[in-house]
């Protein structure tokens, strides 16, 4: 076992890194996980194909099932073509397959790493601190409420992309992914001591996260107005009007609060007193939107 700084010793070669994972993959029935488990690789197979990506889809490092969704390492010359256009390609196989499929909708999130990482055909290889990253981006807070957010008749696949990825290989110009086509959030994970900028990409967002007008935070939480008292007959809450929105943790989606983005669309008012964002997936309360009192 090497002890840290006692000596120095040779960099293991940077390895791309790209996972999914299943949205909701526990909620299915016993019976179902199997065959889930085995269709995701097929589909991400099927995309890398449909990409022109059959090097890359030959020559993955230490890949692994995970049950609810693959993990693989790659050479980073590729990561250009896996940010574009994989990942719309990948978001194209999902919707072909859901409009079709009999059983459960299949709709992932995604995430694209890069670091050094041992590879050099030994047990172990492909684990570190890259590694460990690339899971906690797939399982941070932004990843998930986007894509719980969206409709799961049109988004299919959300992606976040680390930092070092977003510089090197999005800032750099090297892809066909522009960055106005990318969000910045800060990537947390509940219960884990975790915190990265990175950046989101969604492929096909609904009309519901168009009209939202997703963005970086620009104003302080302590901007949020106070509730005014609620109306008679009303169970009382916070309520946000205006044409901003600010929140503080995880996404805000059509008035509905979570955080971590600003948010902006037409006057909005929101009434509820029992909202529960948990890891990012569930929301419950009272909406209006606008003056028709839709509900």
């Not at 172990?124 to 906690?136: K, P, Q, S, Y």
């Not at 989101?200 to 620009?218: D, F, Q």
Request: proline share 9%.
């Amino acid at each position: 076992m090497p002890r840290p700084y006692a000596e120095s010793r040779p960099l293991p070669p940077y390895r791309a890194l790209f996972a999914v994972d299943a949205k909701d993959f526990t909620g299915l029935p016993a019976a179902q996980h199997g065959p889930v488990s085995r269709l995701i690789p097929q589909l991400v197979d099927q995309a890398l194909e449909r990409a022109d990506l059959h090097r890359l889809r030959d020559a993955q490092r230490f890949p692994a099932n995970t049950g609810d969704g693959v993990v693989f390492g790659f050479d980073p010359v590729h990561l250009p073509f896996v940010l574009w256009p994989f990942l719309g390609v990948l978001d194209d196989v999902l919707g072909s397959y859901n409009r079709q499929a009999v059983g459960p909708r299949i709709r992932l999130r995604a995430s694209v790493h890069v670091g050094p990482l041992p590879d050099e055909g030994e047990p172990g290889d492909g684990n570190g601190t890259a590694r460990n990253d690339l899971h906690r981006l797939l399982d941070s807070r932004p990843v998930k409420a986007i894509l719980a957010a969206a409709s799961e008749e049109v988004t299919h696949l959300a992606a976040i992309i680390s930092e070092r990825v977003y510089e090197d290989v999005v800032r750099g110009a090297y892809t066909g992914l522009h960055p106005d086509r990318c969000v910045e959030v800060p990537a947390t994970v509940e219960g884990k001591n975790f915190s990265q900028r990175a950046w989101l990409y969604v492929p096909s967002p609904s009309g519901n996260l168009v009209r939202a007008g997703v963005r970086p935070r620009e104003e302080p939480v302590d901007a949020i107005p106070e509730a005014p008292a609620a109306e008679p007959g009303e169970r009382a809450g916070r309520a946000y009007g205006g044409n901003s929105q600010q929140v503080g943790e995880g996404v805000a989606m059509m008035g509905d609060v979570g955080g971590d983005f600003t948010y902006t669309a037409p006057a909005t008012t929101y009434r509820g007193t029992n909202q529960h964002w948990g890891g990012g997936d569930n929301v419950s309360g009272d909406k209006r939107i606008g003056d028709g009192g839709h509900r």
